[in-house]
């Protein structure tokens, strides 16, 4: 009964975060401690397309591990890409290689059974878009950055001439990556700008 139930948080990473179409060639990367999760997201994929490859590995030691080249290679011939792992492939060069040659991602790293039947999955993505873009677009015309926040954080910072990069949940075309049930927009500061306090009451998994 769970796997059914897990077929809904599936189903809508396939059709609203992936937008998969019949005839697409889809990779779905996973490790022996999250192929339960792996199985759902290829389930849902065959529903789109016939085209979908399971490749299950060893987990990986350490966040940003490189994967085995065979799965490196299969990712470069992807037209789409699903990442659920333990330990984070997304920082590789076997996902930046397969972006460049034209594959979209969906990066779901940590996943568990359970965030496909209730929770972040269901958020509206396509709602919150135009606002995560929309602050794509003001970081990347900005020079300065100053944050704050009730806790005490005081920082201020250059981002002249840095890029963003939103990730709203959803990939739309060849090269684009994003990070599901996350919803965000990242830029980076200038080496030496950073100035002032952060005040930081919360895990930071990797």
């Known amino acids: 009964m769970k796997s059914l139930m897990m077929m809904r948080g599936a189903r809508r990473i396939m059709d609203t975060c992936a937008n998969v179409k019949a005839g697409e060639e889809v990779v779905v990367v996973t490790d022996y401690e999250t192929a339960e999760v792996g199985e759902a997201i290829a389930a849902a994929a065959l529903e789109r397309t016939e085209k979908v490859n399971l490749l299950v590995m060893p987990p990986r030691s350490i966040d940003g591990e490189e994967p085995p080249n065979p799965i490196a290679a299969a990712m470069r011939e992807a037209d789409v890409i699903f990442t659920p792992v333990r330990q984070s492939i997304t920082h590789t060069y076997a996902v930046k290689d397969a972006l460049g040659a034209g594959a979209r ?66 990939v739309r075309k060849a090269g684009d990556i994003t990070t599901v049930p996350n919803i965000e927009t990242s830029s980076s500061p200038v080496e030496g700008s950073a100035e002032g306090v952060i005040v930081a009451d919360a895990s930071i998994p990797y």
């Not at 209730?118 to 878009?129: H, K, L, T, Y």
């Not at 602050?135 to 963003?164: C, I, M, N």
Request: net charge neutral; glycine share 12%; proline share 9%.
């Open 105 to 170: 991602a969906v990066m779901l790293t940590q996943y568990n059974p359970g965030m496909l039947i209730r929770g972040g999955v269901f958020a509206d993505f396509e709602a919150i878009e135009p606002l995560c873009r929309r602050v794509g677009e003001l970081l990347a015309g900005a020079d300065a950055v100053h944050l704050t926040t009730p806790a005490g954080t005081d920082l201020r910072l250059s981002v002249k001439g840095r890029p963003s990069n939103p990730h709203p949940g959803i």
